[in-house]
Nanobody
Framework: QVQLVESGGGLAQPGGSLRLSCAAS????????MSWARQAPGKGLEWVSG????????AYADSVKGRFTISRDNAKNTMYLQMNNLKPEDTALYYC????????????????WGQGTQVTVSS
């Protein structure tokens, strides 16, 4: 069955960096778009970034544009999120999500997601 396992979260200082990974299994990874979303304490789910199946198409929420970079390695069935210049407002549980197509019309309808990895940005 589909499994998405996030890792790489932790505690970072403001201005610091973290790299999240999402290891995928149970489906043909290279055929599907993937995305990251996050949920801060007491807030709703926020889409963060998405990437098409071939890695050529990417998209970012305005809140992370210029600071986060999404990528994927289809040979390793893994997606990444490089997070630089972290801010306290980036503190959240970050989820890896699989989409139903290679290039979805929107990033709000995943069909699977992982358990999440916690990112805390604090001095």
């Amino acid at each position: 069955q589909v499994q998405l396992v996030e890792s790489g979260g932790g505690l970072a200082q403001p201005g610091g960096s973290l790299r999240l990974s999402c290891a995928a299994s149970g489906f043909t990874f290279s055929r599907y778009a993937m995305s990251w979303a996050r949920q801060a304490p007491g807030k709703g789910l926020e889409w963060v970034s998405g990437i098409y199946n071939d890695g050529r198409g990417t998209a970012y929420a305005d809140s992370v544009k210029g600071r986060f970079t999404i990528s994927r390695d289809n040979a390793k069935n893994t997606m990444y999120l490089q997070m630089n210049n972290l801010k306290p407002e980036d503190t959240a549980l970050y989820y890896c999500r699989k989409h139903r197509t290679a290039s979805p019309g929107n990033w709000y309808e995943p069909d699977y997601w992982g358990q999440g990895t916690q990112v805390t940005v604090s001095s």
